[in-house]
């Protein structure tokens, strides 16, 4: 995301800062401040993944677990269980109806609970939660 971001960000800095040295000086800082912030989140996520880790329960009790398994279920039922049950149910020639999920709702249920656990780690970054 940075690689994306200088570009953009160098030409609204050679737009505003005319002198060539201040320019280039402007550009390092700006990348510095950035690639300093992505690895305070990086180890952030490290930290939190070696809690995770150190959890005696597989699932970790709580309700946002049981939401991610259950989405996590959901899609591999919906790209991987449903297409493989589909082909192995018409080997033998008859075809039954298998039950299936509808794509729309499980995948915004499972971008929605992404973005939530994106926040919970920025609050959690910032110090805003326990």
Known sequence: MIQALLPLIG??????????????KAKREIEKSLTDNANKILLAQTEINKVEAAHKNLFVAGWRPAIG??????????FIGHPLATWIDHLDGTAQTLPTIDS??????VFAMLGIAGLRTLEKIKGLTK
């Open 11 to 24: 030409n609204v800095i050679d737009k505003v800062v005319p002198d060539k040295n201040a320019n280039a």
């Open 69 to 78: 398994w259950s989405c996590a279920l959901g899609v591999f039922w919906l």
């Open 104 to 109: 729309e709702i499980l995948l915004e249920l």
